[in-house]
């Protein structure tokens, strides 16, 4: 450690640099002094161990592979310990596995040798909350990594703690709902949030899968920066690349000037890619090139320009399957897919309809300038609840809305006023059944539990007293209600299975014996 490293500096962010070979963590300490930063070195595992325990650091730099252990080993440490600095690491080229492994590990960001030192000067500011030499709005650690520094960081720590407006529970109050599920969404938020780890929202339309991208970049030191959401479903195909990388001027027919694309745009801050699944293969090579090296090359420009974005995705469609049928890039996918938040649809947090309502309510009567949002009676409710909602909160809001502008003002919105009338009526009614004998009688109890068959099977079962192939009559039900899961969980045969109380083999040996294709034009169910 040179004298140098020692002395105070005037950033005042004290980093630690960790590599076994002598020559790099010189070049490591040197570029980073010329940004104003204070380092401090180590050779080993054991010897980073020591430093950290001697004092607290903004940020810890180490490479994947060490003499006496791994970068993940002091990562984990970091974890259990509760430190609150950063980490960045540091791998062989190509070794994305490890990469994974470390962002997964809690690392907030990588870097792949050789090392570009002006992407490893973009990445410690990025870490450090810094644009440059200025600081980024927002940019500090966490108030809970704040609270958790050793005593000679605590100064350093108040300085940089963010104001309480733009600590994590506020950017994640627009997220409603008290249930499990969505507790679990929250608490993953807050913890991607501290690092670069790429994330993939899984959830179906309508559920609010851009609301828990907002949240995690709300809830970083990003939330200063651009937040650009890009819905990738709707831009046509000629465009993608000018609107995802720009362009310069007379680079095509129409180019009268330089532009910048979403990339730029969200240069500092978070790119937010929704339907990441409706890319045509042709520019999903593209991103692949742009997020592997955190550069992007305008059109008509010959040289590429690097970009500190944190990318986030989203998606309604099953990713793994579209791999599996060829519709997406694989290297892609394990790029994108570090980590995956599933956002529940309604029908799993029934018991957060009453918080989802009263607050789609208070913004409509804001939005309308009602003086009080009006309020639902608890048959409303109960029939809201009874609703099957295949377009999740979206098509809640749009009911809302509907009933809200039809309801003349009321202050109290009963169940009548929801337009739902008929589907009450059939949902209150008692659930027949055919007896053998062919009289109606109240639903069994041991079925009660099963959704109803469709008009297919009805078809099956139809009005005779007694099926003349009991085998087939069964088979036909069994068929329908397997038909019917798989496509409302989109054939992921784990997800139908795991609804129906059935492992992802019992669902597959059920498939094939029933002959049940896989919905991607496959008839082979194993596929």
Not at 315 to 337: M, S, W
């Amino acid at each position: 450690m040179t004298d140098s490293a020692r002395s105070r500096s005037s950033s005042g962010r004290r980093l630690l640099v960790v590599d076994d070979e002598p020559d790099l963590r010189t070049l490591y300490e040197l570029t980073l002094l010329r940004e104003g930063y204070e380092i401090d070195t180590a050779g080993s595992l054991e010897e980073a161990l020591q430093r950290l325990a001697e004092a607290s650091f903004h940020a810890v730099i180490t490479d994947m592979r060490l003499p006496d252990g791994s970068g993940l080993d002091l990562l984990h440490r970091l974890e259990a310990d509760g430190r609150s600095e950063k980490a960045i690491v540091i791998t062989a080229y190509g070794s994305a596995e490890n990469a994974v492994e470390a962002l997964k590990a809690g690392a907030y960001d990588y870097l792949t040798k050789p090392v570009d030192l002006k992407q490893f000067r973009t990445v410690v500011a990025s870490a450090l909350g810094r644009s440059g030499m200025a600081p980024a709005p927002g940019a500090a650690w966490s108030a809970q990594a704040a609270e958790a520094a050793p005593a000679d960081g605590a100064a350093a720590a108040a300085r940089t703690r963010p104001p309480a407006a733009a600590r994590p529970p506020a950017a994640l109050a627009r997220i409603a709902g008290r249930s499990a599920a969505m507790e679990q969404v929250r608490a993953l938020v807050l913890k991607v949030a501290r690092s670069m780890a790429p994330v993939l929202v899984q959830g179906e339309s309508g559920t609010g899968k851009e609301l828990v991208a907002r949240a995690i970049h709300d809830s970083s030191s990003r939330s200063g920066q651009p937040f650009v959401a890009v819905n990738c479903g709707a831009i046509p195909e000629q465009l993608l690349e000018a609107e995802f990388f720009g362009y310069r001027k007379g680079a095509f027919t129409g180019a009268a000037e330089d532009r910048g694309g979403f990339f730029q745009a969200a240069h500092g801050g978070t790119l937010f890619l929704d339907e990441i699944g409706d890319l045509p293969l042709a520019m999903q090579s593209k991103l692949l090139r742009a997020v592997q090296e955190r550069a992007v090359r305008p059109i008509g420009a010959v040289t590429e320009q690097q970009v500190d974005v944190r990318l986030l995705s989203a998606t309604h469609k099953d990713l793994a399957a579209e791999v599996q049928a060829g519709r997406f890039r694989q290297d892609l996918y394990y790029r994108l897919n570090v980590i995956q938040i599933r956002v529940p649809p309604l029908r799993e947090r029934l018991e957060d309809l009453q918080d989802i309502t009263a607050r789609v309510l208070e913004r409509i009567a804001a939005d309308s300038g009602l003086p009080a949002p009006p309020a639902l009676t608890a048959r409303a409710l109960a029939q809201l609840a009874a609703h099957d909602f295949p377009g999740n909160v979206r098509e809640l809001e749009n009911l809302l809305h509907r009933v809200v502008a039809l309801c003349d003002g009321g202050a109290v919105l009963d169940a009548d006023d929801l337009g739902l009338n008929a589907f009450a009526d059939t949902a209150a009614a008692e659930p027949v059944f055919a007896t053998p004998g062919g009289a109606a009688g109240r639903e069994d109890p041991r079925t009660a539990s099963v959704p109803r068959a469709s008009a297919a099977a009805a078809a099956v079962r139809g009005p005779e007293a007694l099926p003349s192939d009991l085998e087939a009559y069964l088979d036909a039900i069994e068929r329908d209600i397997l038909e019917r899961a798989l496509e409302r969980h989109r054939y992921n045969r784990t997800a139908a299975g795991a609804s129906l109380g059935l492992s992802l083999r019992q669902i597959r040996y059920r498939m094939a014996r029933l002959q049940i294709g896989t919905g991607d034009g496959s008839d082979d169910p194993r596929a």
